[in-house]
């Protein structure tokens, strides 16, 4: 009954004072609300086990990068699977385009290919038919589909019949054998169908390998019996070829590599002093209330009440603080996380795909940081509140019952302004790169919102070997610029400043390995019409042409930064490079031609030299698999997508295409991430800016109060304004001034941490700590100044009756 009776006290007190609530309840639940967002998304991709049996135990094999891990030769897997004593199960997937035709013409669908095995490492049972089978993987047998329980509702009408229907795959029949529910979301959150992944021996496909570690092994034994292999490895690739050294890590390195992880705890870590600027202003909020109820509490206690139950009533009030914070944090959080989907994941399905939103461990960590947060600050108040000298206490006015408290307050304020710096600087890095990155000239003369990019899904089954793809292309291409409404049209592998074709090692003739590695420039191959379409200049020699087939002599164009780069001061025409130095299938090619600096790679990247090859001459050397279109239109390229598409299926009707998007969309996609960062670094800055400016303006405002008398018998006695205006700044000064130095400590390493070249972040720039350093001042004094005309106003009358 007790327990119960002091809740009811404790409603009617936060009744009694609506404002004190309702500022404390919506100062804690916004910072709640942000720091429940970022750990919502910490839960996602790190804390939660991803949802396969024995998912502790699921790791991915592949070759070690410093962001984690990539995919490995498929070779090299076919001499692992079931010899591995640290691995009692392999599987293995890969992506695919998967065109399904319905008689009107293809329509692409994001496919995956898989290993029977792991339909069993993955523990996925079908809604409908069966699953994929060891017999299904061997490369002559018949064709069968997996597909999604959406792709099948969607696409075929919910069919109970649809298992042994045919259907056409990539120009070729396949049976489907089962749907899968719409649950199984892997590799990717976007993957519509499946089909087996056949191997051969010598085909040195890249594939993605998982494994299930064998019950009481871990990692590093499953490592080590890798590297023992090592040698016998090597002996199944091709001559020249060296073997990459192999790992493993949690599957879950693969969806959510090291650099996103590394954000990720970066970002919770700024929410957590965000949180921690809320918890401060609320121990503000509740210092003023217990120094009201000073009072109240001493004569409860002369009375006979004891420090538990007044310290309990205290509790209790905080208790109610916290729920309704969290009432207040659970939409914030929602809708922070809507705008995460929107901006990152509807252009990345595939980087997290199993998301689990706000869920029961969520929950749980906003009520017990809730709970903490009110109760701490406001128990400790309490406990040193409900023992205080009764005499001086019952003297309602007593400056010496309040100089403890005063000096807490004043302490939280140097924490407040010390933590704003730090977030400010964060947020001020972040759109300081961002700045930089859109302040970047376009590439070429053409608008980006007239270029139409499109990727092209060619059924494999028909398109066996490059010179038929190369055909197709030079179909589509032909078609497209018969066009009355295109200016020019092309097929490469590289749109500039978003998509990049690849980096490529080159040297000179003769040129021995420099000790930090080849030049490594990036490399895009394209067809005689990349430059027109999208508006580069020539600035020596000629560009691509028909002379450029795939059995005439290699030729390269190369941009003004190689120039600058290999000939500085020199003329590059005629000049000789190797691509794939140190490589038996290493190429001489002649420089023909000189463009201007060609950023191929995303904006955000760092830029490096680049090249281009011919379409025709790229195949010799290696597979073309990544081709796309791009069309240089005369209005608006969105409303040109349908004939881009018309005249893909005027070509081939099995061909389909995909992710059509202007080229300025492929560049806003390249750089989401920054924006991202950029977006909850700044929101996290501005709330935090807020917090402290509300901070501050009550703490000043309740100094002003307590001295009140003072300020009052000063004034009688003679002071004026400037007296007045002395005294109250000094103490904003000195506590201004103490934070100021601490937080511009602290944020000199918070610099370093978030400085990151790929994303134009700096470490130490001036242009981040001038202005974040003239903003807290200004705040600062803007939230000063309603305590100190409030000051200015005292009447000496009036004050010296305040007791």
């Given amino acids: 009954m007790m327990i119960v009776r002091e809740f009811r006290q404790a409603w009617r007190r936060l009744l009694r004072r609506p404002g004190y609530a309702l500022l404390s309840v919506g100062v804690l639940g916004v910072g709640l609300g942000v720091l429940l967002f970022l750990f919502e998304m910490i839960n996602d991709v790190i804390l939660q086990p991803l949802p396969f049996p024995q998912a502790s135990r699921v790791v991915a094999v592949g070759e070690p990068t410093p962001n984690g ?59 409908l038919g069966r699953g994929f089978t060891p017999a299904d993987d061997a490369p002559d047998a018949p064709r069968v589909l997996l597909l999604d329980e959406a792709l099948w509702r969607h696409a075929f009408a919910a069919d109970p019949h649809i298992i042994g229907r045919a259907v056409r795959v990539n120009g070729k029949w396949a049976t489907v054998v089962g749907v899968l529910p719409s649950g199984f979301i892997f590799p990717s959150g976007d993957t519509e169908a499946w089909m087996p992944l056949r191997l051969q021996p010598g085909e040195h496909e890249y594939i993605a390998v998982v494994a299930r570690l064998a019950p009481s092994v871990q990692l590093d034994q499953a490592r080590a019996e890798l590297n023992a292999w090592a040698g016998r490895l090597q002996r199944t690739l091709p001559p020249g070829q060296h073997a990459e050294r192999l790992t493993v890590y949690p599957l879950s390195v693969s969806f959510a590599p090291l650099d996103l992880r590394r954000w990720l705890w970066l970002m919770f870590g700024a929410g957590a002093v965000v949180m921690l ?19 109240e509490l001493a004569l409860r206690s002369a009375l006979g009440g004891s420090r538990a ?42 980087s997290v795909p199993f998301a689990h939103g706000i869920d029961g461990w969520v929950l749980v960590f906003g009520a017990a940081v809730a709970m903490l947060s009110t109760s701490l600050a406001g128990g400790i108040l309490a406990w040193r509140a409900s023992r205080p000298d009764l005499q001086d206490a019952l003297r309602d006015g007593s400056k010496g019952s309040v100089g403890g408290f005063a000096r807490v307050a004043k302490i939280m304020v140097v924490a407040e302004v010390a933590l704003t710096v730090v977030l400010l600087v964060g947020a001020g890095t972040f759109v300081r790169a961002l700045d930089t990155l859109l302040a970047q000239p376009a590439v070429g003369t053409s608008h980006a919102a007239q270029v139409l990019t499109a990727k092209v899904a060619l059924p494999p089954q028909l398109y066996r070997d490059d010179a038929q793809r190369i055909r197709f292309f030079d179909s589509v291409v032909e078609r497209l610029r018969q066009n009355p409404d295109v200016v020019d049209a092309t097929a490469s592998d590289t749109v500039p400043s978003a998509i990049l074709g690849s980096h490529e090692d080159v040297s000179l003739p003769g040129q021995p390995q420099p000790a930090d590695g080849w030049l490594r420039p990036q490399m895009g191959i394209v067809d005689p019409h990349f430059l027109d379409t999208y508006g580069v200049r020539l600035l020596e020699g000629r560009f691509i042409d028909a002379r450029d087939t795939a059995g005439s002599a290699p030729v390269i164009v190369i941009d003004a930064k190689m120039a600058a780069t290999l000939w500085p001061h020199e003329d590059a025409l005629n000049r000789r490079l190797v691509l794939y130095p140190g490589n038996p299938w290493a190429k001489t090619v002649t420089v023909v031609g000189v463009i201007e600096a060609l950023q191929l790679d995303s904006m955000v990247e760092r830029s490096r030299p680049g090249l281009l090859m011919p379409l025709d001459q790229a195949a010799t050397m290696s597979p073309l698999h990544a081709v796309g279109l791009a069309v240089r239109t005369r209005a608006d390229a969105a409303i040109f997508a349908s004939q881009l598409t018309e005249a893909v299926h005027g070509v081939d009707p099995q061909a389909a295409t995909y992710a059509v998007y202007s080229q300025a969309k492929d560049m806003a996609l390249a750089r989401v991430g920054l924006v991202v960062l950029t977006g909850v670094f700044s929101g996290l800055g501005l709330v935090a800016l807020l917090l402290a400016a509300a901070g501050l303006y009550g703490v000043l405002a309740f100094s002003v109060a307590q001295r009140t008398r003072e300020i009052g018998i000063r004034r009688a006695i003679g002071a004026g304004h400037a007296a007045i205006v002395r005294s109250v700044a000094r103490q904003l000064a000195w506590q201004l001034g103490l934070g100021l130095t601490i937080g511009f400590a602290l944020a000199v390493p918070w610099s370093n941490l978030l400085s990151d070249p790929n994303l134009r972040t700096q470490a130490h720039d001036p242009m981040v700590f001038v202005p974040v350093l003239l903003l807290v001042i200004g705040v600062s004094a ?21 007791e």
């Fill in 309 to 350: 139950r007044l310290v309990f009533g205290a509790l209790a009030e905080s208790v109610l603080l916290g729920a309704g914070a969290l009432a207040v944090a659970l939409p914030i959080t929602h809708g922070c996380s809507f705008w995460m989907r929107v901006t990152w994941m509807a252009s990345h399905p595939d």
């Fill in 277 to 295: 600027l809320a918890c401060i202003n609320v121990a503000n909020l509740q210092l003023v209330q217990t120094l009201q109820r000073r009072h």
């Fill in 782 to 802: 803007t939230a000063a100044l309603v305590p100190l005309l409030r000051a200015l106003r005292v009447d000496p009358a009036v004050a010296l009756r305040y």
């Fill in 69 to 127: 891990i990539s995919e490995m030769d498929s070779d090299q897997y076919l001499q692992l699977r079931g010899k591995l004593r640290s691995m009692d199960l392999m599987g293995a997937y890969g992506n695919a385009s998967i065109n399904l035709d319905g008689g009107a013409g293809a329509t692409h669908y994001v496919g995956s290919t898989l290993t029977a095995s792991m339909m069993k490492l993955l523990g996925v049972k079908p809604l």
